[in-house]
């Protein structure tokens, strides 16, 4: 497994595979679609595209939206389904931690939903709270916003 961070190849099979796990539980909102059309905007912006490779093919995928203030949302984490149950998860996740802490950021949270019982599981085992329950205003989907805050924190 190879890791790689903002590999602008890798793109297209990060929206692929978005759009992939998306359509398998819920449906593309108007969000996803504007991120599909300039996926570039996340590293334009100071934020970070991570992808797993193995034998070339991305399997894996995650980013890190800034939202400024040293303050990053990690999102769109997705595992090819011929790779779930690898562990990959979680080499995502430690690669964000790494380049949060790299970054110097003070506090990272996402936003997902409590039926994906697997992820928010993922999430607490790296030391995620949650900090709001119920209808997000940005995503259908959404009805949970867990964080974490990386200030005196050893990775």
């Not at 099979?13 to 108007?30: A, D, G, R, S, V």
């Not at 996402?110 to 709001?132: P, V």
Request: aromatic share 10%; hydrophobic share 35%.
């Amino acid at each position: 497994m190879k890791l790689h961070i903002n590999n602008s190849t890798h793109l297209a099979e990060f929206i692929h595979l978005n759009e992939l796990w998306i359509i398998h539980y819920f449906e593309l909102e108007p969000s996803d679609k504007e991120l599909a059309q300039h996926p570039e905007k996340i590293m334009e912006e100071g934020g970070y595209v991570f992808s797993l490779t193995k034998s070339d093919k991305v399997v894996g995928v995650c980013a890190l939206f800034n939202k400024g203030l040293n303050l990053y949302e990690l999102a769109r984490m997705t595992v090819h389904p011929d790779h779930r149950g690898e562990g990959l998860a979680h080499q995502l996740m430690s690669a964000c931690f790494q380049q949060l802490k790299k970054i110097k950021a003070k506090k990272v949270y996402l936003i997902s939903n409590t039926e994906l019982k697997a992820a928010i599981k993922l999430y607490q085992q790296h030391g995620f709270i949650t900090t709001h329950q119920g209808p997000h205003p940005d995503y259908q989907r959404a009805d949970i916003v867990m964080e974490k805050n990386l200030q005196n924190i050893s990775y």
